[in-house]
Nanobody, 128 residues
Framework: QVQLAESGGGSVQPGGSLRLSCVAS????????IAWFRQAPGKEREGVAS????????YYGASARGRFIISRDNTKNTVYLQMNNLKPEDTAMYYC?????????????????????WGQGTQVTVSS
């Protein structure tokens, strides 16, 4: 049973940084795509960034490009999301998810249904 656990959320002022972690109990397949999503109250779930655990290829949603960096440490079964220059509109619950292998990692950001495994989420609040 694949289990994902997010951590690292919190409250930060605009312009600040946070690093989120997603630890997997195991990966569902070889070289899975792990993605970060976020969901703000009243809004749809949005793809933030995704990465293949076995490659250096990373993909970003429009809101994350240039400010967020996704990375992985396979020795720890962990994927990170470094978030810089945070803005109030980044306030949301952040989730990590492991995608089904038949879907390309960039496409997973566009459709959360492509990921059958989800963590419980970690809250990020950006306010002054």
């Amino acid at each position: 049973q694949v289990q994902l656990a997010e951590s690292g959320g919190g409250s930060v002022q605009p312009g600040g940084s946070l690093r989120l972690s997603c630890v997997a109990s195991e990966y569902p397949n070889t070289n899975p795509c792990i993605a970060w999503f976020r969901q703000a109250p009243g809004k749809e779930r949005e793809g933030v960034a995704s990465i293949y655990t076995g490659l250096d290829s990373a993909y970003y949603g429009a809101s994350a490009r240039g400010r967020f960096i996704i990375s992985r440490d396979n020795t720890k079964n962990t994927v990170y999301l470094q978030m810089n220059n945070l803005k109030p509109e980044d306030t949301a619950m952040y989730y990590c998810a492991a995608a089904s292998p038949q879907y390309a990692c960039p496409l997973v950001l566009l459709n959360p249904d492509y990921a059958p495994y989800w963590g419980q989420g970690t809250q990020v609040t950006v306010s002054s």
